[in-house]
């Protein structure tokens, strides 16, 4: 059974940084590219970053792009976000998800994490 | 970035009954759309992708229909469980993006 538990959320003061990671498990975690994407309360999806399966590839949204980073480690099976220079509208709930391949859709997602950015 | 547009933003409806739910692409997007369904507490779940392919697992009460910039998503004789949110993502071009969402509530 493919699963996918994110990690590292919480409150953070803005302009600090945070670490997310996704530890996933029950298929081959190199095989396949990865993303992130968030939820700001009562609002819709934001594809925020995606990794190519062996992590040389890397993309970001707009709004993310020269303050996030997305990372991975195949060894581990975990997906990492490193957020820097946090700002209030970053809050929201991140979720790790997995690109089927390249359909360019998402065939798993984990529950979430959320964070909090305010003083 | 394509812009996706769903309607309607909410949606009553009884088990039994059938509803659509509506997305439409600022652009063509050839048939290149995927269906998601939000429940609380729960991982989303991936409904149709292609368009109108089911994915594995999902029952077939559901279905997918469109293409260029117009989809729908049927649900046919409704169960409980499928009240929550519904989100269409377009997966033709990067970055992907979502609609805003339809929020189907038990009438």
């Known amino acids: 059974e493919v699963q996918l538990v994110e990690s590292g959320g919480g409150l953070v003061q803005p302009g600090r940084s945070l670490k997310l990671s996704c530890a996933a498990s029950g298929f081959t975690f190199s095989d396949y590219n990865m993303a992130w994407v968030r939820q700001a309360p009562t609002k819709g999806l934001e594809w925020v970053a995606s990794i190519s399966y062996g992590g040389s590839n890397t993309h970001y949204g707009d709004s993310v792009k020269g303050r996030f980073t997305i990372s991975r480690d195949n060894a581990k099976s975990t997906l990492y976000l490193q957020m820097d220079s946090l700002r209030s509208e970053d809050t929201a709930t991140y979720y790790c998800?997995?690109?089927?391949?390249?359909?360019?859709?998402?065939?798993?997602w984990g529950q979430g994490v959320m964070v909090t950015v305010s003083s | 970035d394509v812009q996706m547009t769903q309607s309607p933003y909410n949606l009553a409806a009884s088990p039994g009954e059938s509803v659509s739910i509506n997305c439409k692409a600022s652009k063509s997007i050839s048939k290149y759309l995927a269906w998601y369904q939000q429940k609380p507490g729960k991982a989303n779940k991936l409904l149709i992708y292609d368009g109108s392919t089911l994915q594995s697992g999902i029952p077939s009460r559901f279905s997918g229909s469109g293409s260029g910039t117009d989809f729908t998503l049927t649900i046919r004789s409704l169960e409980p469980e499928d009240f929550g949110l519904y989100y269409c993502q377009q997966h033709n071009e990067y970055p992907p993006t979502f609609g805003g969402g339809t929020k189907l509530e038990l009438k």
């Open positions: 998800a997995r690109p089927y391949y390249s359909g360019g859709y998402f065939d798993y």
